[in-house]
Structures are given as structure tokens and as C-alpha cells.
């Protein structure tokens, strides 16, 4: 489903955690990261999408998270022709996306990358706010740029961490390192599956 200007709708998804820190996914078989997204099917609204993609990716449920915040228009990127199949070309030319931002009411276990039959992820962490986007792929990110500059605004304000946001967009500190007790640097990310569940409960 593409618009008339070839961008087919889509949304990003930003998750945060009780310390404003965001979920960090890598691309499955690769040394990318980035965070969950897809497209929107016929008929569904971006928030319908959202909780599918939610699911789809990361296995959380609308009762896992709440909504914060949404970006107010459409964010677009392109994609470069090399990345696109020979048979879409001159039709299709990148995304438009819709991002949500979503505070994690569940808990980390219930996080499952296998949710579906075709996982997106083969690990993850945690990650300050404003993350490296060296490791992004490079048409990505403005928009990742973009969305987590307007969505900043909206992060919850209850917790002493949040001084340290807009500082600088550095891995992370030895006080807000990855789950599992990772330090700086790039840190050990958690498996596919539901590490740490038995010691929370």
C-alpha cells in the first residue's frame, strides 16, 4: 500500500522503560540496531499497527504498555534505489511513519523476540534515550533523529535520570547500563527469548 508519492505508511516505535531508558533491538544476523517498526495493512489505523507490530516483534500486549505520545505528522525516509527490489522500483520509494511513544507497564520478561514466526530481532537491551545512530542504518537517521527530538518532550519526569537526556547521545553510563548489569560500552545484549524472568519473579 503505497501513496501517490511512492511512501508506503508505517510505524516506529519507541518503548521506554521505569528509567527513561529505550528498548534496543539488533537486526537479526546483522550488527545493526534499531527500533521495532512496520507497515500499516489496509484498513488498520497506526495504533492498531503499532500493537501488532508491538507483538509481532518485540511479543509485549497492549496491557504491557501505556501510550505517551505520538509524532504529530508523518516522518519520511527514502530508500536507496540498491535497497529496493528491481520490481518496485520507480513505484516504491521509502516510508512514512507515524512513531509512538510507550512506557513499559509489564516486565522485562515479557519481552519475547520468537512471538512470531518471523523475528525481526535476535537481541536486545536497554539503552539511554538518546541513542547512537552511527549504528543505524544510514537513510534512517534523520527521521530517528526527528522523532526522538519530538518526542522527548513528553518523557515522564518522575525519576533523577531524566537531567542527563539531552547531554549528549553517547553509549551508555556506568549508572544506566543495559539490563543484566552491562557497563559502558557495548555491552552484552540480551538473547532472543526471556532472559531474567526467573530472577524477577
Given at each position: 500500500?503505497?501513496?501517490?508519492?511512492?511512501?508506503?505508511?508505517?510505524?516506529?516505535?519507541v518503548?521506554?522503560?521505569h528509567?527513561?531508558?529505550?528498548?534496543?533491538?539488533?537486526?537479526?544476523?546483522?550488527?545493526?540496531?534499531?527500533?521495532p517498526?512496520?507497515?500499516?495493512?489496509?484498513?488498520?489505523?497506526?495504533?492498531?499497527?503499532?500493537?501488532?507490530?508491538?507483538?509481532?516483534?518485540?511479543?509485549?500486549?497492549?496491557?504491557h504498555?501505556?501510550?505517551?505520545?505520538?509524532?504529530?505528522?508523518?516522518?519520511?525516509?527514502?530508500?536507496?534505489?540498491?535497497?529496493?527490489?528491481?520490481?518496485?522500483?520507480?513505484?516504491?520509494?521509502?516510508?512514512?511513519?507515524i512513531?509512538?511513544?510507550?512506557?513499559?507497564?509489564?516486565?522485562?520478561?515479557?519481552?519475547?523476540?520468537?512471538?512470531?514466526?518471523?523475528p525481526?530481532?535476535?537481541?536486545?537491551?536497554?539503552?539511554?534515550?538518546?541513542?547512537?545512530?552511527?549504528?543505524?542504518?544510514?537513510f534512517?537517521?534523520?527521521?530517528?533523529?526527528?522523532?526522538?527530538?519530538?518526542?522527548?518532550?513528553?518523557?515522564?519526569?518522575?525519576?533523577?535520570?531524566?537531567?542527563?537526556?539531552?547531554?549528549?547521545?553517547?553509549?551508555?553510563?556506568?549508572?544506566?547500563?543495559?539490563?543484566?548489569?552491562?557497563?559502558?560500552?557495548?555491552?552484552?545484549?540480551?538473547?532472543?527469548?526471556?532472559?531474567?524472568?526467573?530472577?524477577?519473579?
Amino acid at each position: 500500500m503505497l501513496d501517490r508519492e511512492g511512501f508506503r505508511p508505517n510505524v516506529g516505535i519507541v518503548l521506554l522503560n521505569h528509567r527513561n531508558q529505550v528498548f534496543w533491538g539488533k537486526r537479526i544476523r546483522t550488527h545493526s540496531w534499531q527500533f521495532p517498526q512496520g507497515g500499516i495493512k489496509h484498513g488498520e489505523s497506526p495504533e492498531q499497527a503499532m500493537f501488532r507490530e508491538l507483538h509481532e516483534e518485540v511479543g509485549l500486549l497492549p496491557e504491557h504498555v501505556r501510550i505517551i505520545a505520538r509524532t504529530r505528522d508523518w516522518l519520511r525516509y527514502t530508500v536507496p534505489e540498491h535497497f529496493i527490489r528491481r520490481d518496485a522500483r520507480g513505484h516504491y520509494r521509502g516510508q512514512k511513519q507515524i512513531w509512538f511513544l510507550l512506557q513499559l507497564t509489564g516486565r522485562d520478561c515479557d519481552m519475547n523476540l520468537r512471538a512470531s514466526d518471523h523475528p525481526e530481532f535476535d537481541a536486545w537491551r536497554w539503552h539511554d534515550y538518546w541513542v547512537p545512530l552511527d549504528v543505524v542504518i544510514e537513510f534512517k537517521r534523520e527521521v530517528y533523529q526527528l522523532a526522538l527530538t519530538e518526542l522527548a518532550r513528553y518523557l515522564p519526569r518522575n525519576n533523577p535520570h531524566n537531567r542527563f537526556l539531552r547531554g549528549s547521545m553517547r553509549g551508555p553510563r556506568r549508572d544506566e547500563g543495559a539490563m543484566n548489569g552491562a557497563a559502558d560500552g557495548p555491552a552484552e545484549p540480551a538473547p532472543a527469548g526471556l532472559q531474567g524472568c526467573a530472577a524477577s519473579e
